[in-house]
C-alpha cells in the first residue's frame, strides 16, 4: 500500500531555514500537502502542490516536488518560535488523504 | 477559519461503555471524514463519507460505526470502549481535493 516517510524531529535556531523532507511511494497522486498541527489542536493545510508542479512559493514556504524520485520538501524561510509544529506530508491516490508520522520542528530563539 | 466541532474535546472513560463522538461542519461539505492519530502521532483514516446515508471504512479498521444522516452531522460510535481505543480522532470535511478542513480532535482515553 501507499506509504509516505518523513524524518521524526528537526531542530533549527529562530531566523534560520528549516526544511522538511518527505518521500512518497504512490506515483498516481494528483495533489500533495502540507499540513500543520500546534499543540491540542487539529491540522490546518499550509499549502499544496499540483504533481506537474516542480516549485511552489507561497510568502515564506517554499515547496519542492521531485517527481523522479517521489521527494517533496517544505521550506520555511526565517523561521519564527511560532513555526514550532508537528508538519505531515500527505499524499491523495485515491479517497482520501495519506499522511506520513509527521516532523517535529523546534525552533529555538 | 473553518468552522468545523467536536465534541468532547476530551474523554475518560471505563471499558465497555459506550461512546459517541461527535463532529458537526456548517460549511456545506458533502465530504467527511474519520482520522485516528496514534501515540506516535501517524493518522489513518478509519471512516469517511461522500454524503448522506453514504458511509464507508477507510483503510484502518476499526470497531467504531458511524453514520451521516444529515450533511453537518457525521457521529462516531464505539458501542463497548476498550483500552486499545485510546487515541485522538480527528474529524474533517472538504468539498473539493483541494483542501480538508480538521477538527480540533477528541482525545479519547479508556481506563
Known sequence: GEDV?????LSVREGDSSVINCTY???SST???WYKQEPG???QLLTYIFSNMDMKQDQRLTVLLNKKDKHLSLRIADTQTGDSAIYFCAETPGTALIFGKGTTLS??? | EADIYQTPRYLVIGTGKKITLECSQTMGHDKMYWYQQDPGMELHLIHYSYGVNSTEKGDLSSESTVSRIRTEHFP???ESARPSHTSQYLCAS???R???FFGPGTRLTVL
Do not use: I, K, P
Not at chain 1, 516517510?5 to 524531529?9: C, D, I
Open chain 1, 5 to 9: 516517510e518523513q524524518s521524526l524531529f
Open chain 1, 25 to 27: 511511494t504512490d506515483s
Open chain 1, 31 to 33: 495533489y500533495l500537502y
Open chain 1, 41 to 43: 489542536a487539529g491540522l
Open chain 1, 107 to 109: 525552533v529555538s530563539s
Open chain 2, 76 to 78: 462516531l460510535t464505539l
Open chain 2, 94 to 96: 472538504s468539498e473539493s
Open chain 2, 98 to 100: 483541494y483542501e480538508q
